[in-house]
């Protein structure tokens, strides 16, 4: 699986972050310029300290009228958090989630910068703010070493939605372990109002395991060069903008959606299911298209979109490159309340419904194996109904699986559709062999079969590569024992046997 770095790119890499030092040692510490000394009509502006949030909040509009000296403190952390259900990953971040803090500042603002690179750090970190009109974006100033402090000053001089990321080689490592956030500019005059603010960021992670394998999950070098990300995220997990995360509005409000790429290497096709963007300002900057469907955010790149909703759902927010959609995590929920408007929507359309509910269904099995895998360990010394509760809870694993592979063709109530796709429910080919059932979900199948007296004659793809043996054993594990089926549990070993035989 794991390529070697050819020595040359090694090279260049080494190489580029020893250009950085050297950027750092001239202009670092040793070499700081001194406390910048303003002119009297900056010194008499207010000072004010910037108000953070973390995604998905975004800090309040400013209402004020003149410009200020706005002092921001972030703080870099190098922290261990959920990047899936059960699968942990080191975020590098700015202010402890991915992305960082959202950072709001009026136009005309002078900013004193602080960069905070907390103690428990490993490495050192930078930032570079699109903001900003200087060499680097702040960069080489900003480079702090663990436990230490940087401080530079710029003056916001474009209005605008503009990404930050960190700059320390080797840098595309850096932002594909969350190092980037956004920063708004206001116009003087201050954006439209709008009821609701939303902070969503896109990025691209390369870990070793596959997608949804669980444990602790290390950076891969070589996927990121080749540009083959594993996951592929809003606001840096699976699933969250979903269930109880999901973006909440009511009918009739007008919601702008602050939408940026991290990168560091995929660019998004970003679109909300059901909406159009009544407003977008492209690109961040000050012009809007009217009427817009999907929207193309760089990688490096931010816009804000401005959209009332009309009718209550759910929609979903998707990179429609769909495949990073639903396989690799890019989909959140935006969920709107309130009553109908049947002239508008008359509840016939199939997207929203369809993909709230598997998305809803999902959340709904992760909550209730974390119940009962809390139930499980209560249990496990005295009670004999281990086994029952141990298998129940590879169901719910499994229906998670299910939820978001097999349900597209089988659909959720595993009934399959008529000519198409034959049933898993009840279904005689299926209950009859076992071994059969890991061979066809690995392998895939094609030609004919007959499933309860009718004869299909189709094709299903091979999930070998997408799905792990403990996966395969949880999904088999949940169609065994559900719609009426019956059947014990699969076990992962059983399925690494299938996957390594050879005919
Ligand atoms: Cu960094």
Redesign the pocket.
């Known amino acids: 699986m794991k390529k070697k770095l050819p020595p040359l790119l090694i090279g260049a890499l080494l190489g580029a972050s020893l250009f950085l030092h050297n950027l750092n040692a001239s202009e670092g510490p040793s070499d700081a310029k001194g406390l910048v000394i303003f002119p009297p009509e900056i010194v008499a502006l207010p000072i004010e300290q910037a108000i953070l949030t973390s995604p998905p909040r975004v800090p309040p509009p400013l209402t004020r009228k003149h410009s200020a000296r706005v002092v921001v403190n972030l703080e870099v952390r190098e922290i261990n958090m959920p990047i899936a259900d059960g699968a942990d990953y080191t975020f ?1 971040t700015y202010g402890g989630t991915v992305p960082g803090s959202f950072i709001r500042v009026r136009q005309g603002d002078v900013v004193e910068f602080h960069l905070n690179n907390h103690p428990s750090s490993k ?1 050192p ?2 930032i570079d703010l699109h903001a900003v009109t200087g060499p680097g974006g702040g960069a080489a100033s900003t480079f702090t070493a663990p436990g230490h402090t940087s401080k530079f000053t710029f003056r916001a001089l474009n209005p605008g939605i503009y990404v930050y990321h ?1 700059a ?1 080689a080797p840098v595309p490592m ?1 932002i594909g372990n969350g ?1 980037y956030g956004l920063i708004l500019v206001e116009p003087p005059e201050g954006l439209p109002p709008v009821d609701q603010e939303f902070y969503v960021m896109q990025g691209d992670f390369y870990t070793s395991g596959r997608f949804g394998e669980t444990g602790l999950q290390t950076f891969d070098m070589a996927k990121s060069i080749d540009e083959h990300p594993t996951y592929v995220l809003f606001n840096g997990a699976v699933g969250s903008l979903v269930g109880d995360k999901a973006l909440v509005a009511k009918v009739g409000e007008k919601v702008r959606i602050y939408f940026g790429v991290g990168g560091p290497n995929l660019t998004s096709s970003f679109h909300v299911i059901g909406e159009i963007f009544d407003q977008v300002y492209y690109e961040g900057g000050s012009k809007t298209q009217d009427n817009v469907q999907t929207t193309l955010v760089p990688s490096g790149g931010a816009m804000m979109a401005d959209f009332k909703v009309d009718v209550p759902g759910t929609y979903v927010l998707v990179d429609h490159s769909l495949s990073r959609a639903f396989n690799k995590g890019a989909l959140g929920m935006l969920k709107v309340v309130g009553d109908e408007d049947r002239v508008i929507y008359s509840g016939k359309e199939i997207d929203s419904v369809y993909l709230g509910s598997q998305s809803e269904a999902g959340s709904e099995s992760s909550r209730r194996e974390a119940e009962l895998k809390a139930r499980i360990a209560a249990e496990i010394r005295s009670n004999p109904t281990i086994a029952g509760l141990t298998k129940e809870a590879q169901e719910e694993r499994g229906k998670q699986v299910y939820m978001g592979v097999c349900f597209a063709c089988h659909l959720p109530d595993g009934k399959g559709l008529p000519n198409v796709f034959p049933p898993l429910a009840a279904s005689d080919f299926l209950l009859a062999d076992r071994e059969r059932s890991v061979r066809i979900v690995l392998k895939g199948l094609s030609g004919p079969v007959t499933v309860n007296g009718t004869t299909y004659n189709s094709a299903m793809p091979p999930h070998e590569t997408a799905l792990t043996d403990q996966q395969v054993a949880d999904v088999l594990t949940y169609v065994f024992n559900s719609w009426g089926n019956s059947g014990d549990a699969f076990k992962a070993d059983d399925v690494k046997a299938i996957r390594n035989e050879r005919h």
């Open positions: 590098w490495l970190h930078n960190c320390t850096h190092m």
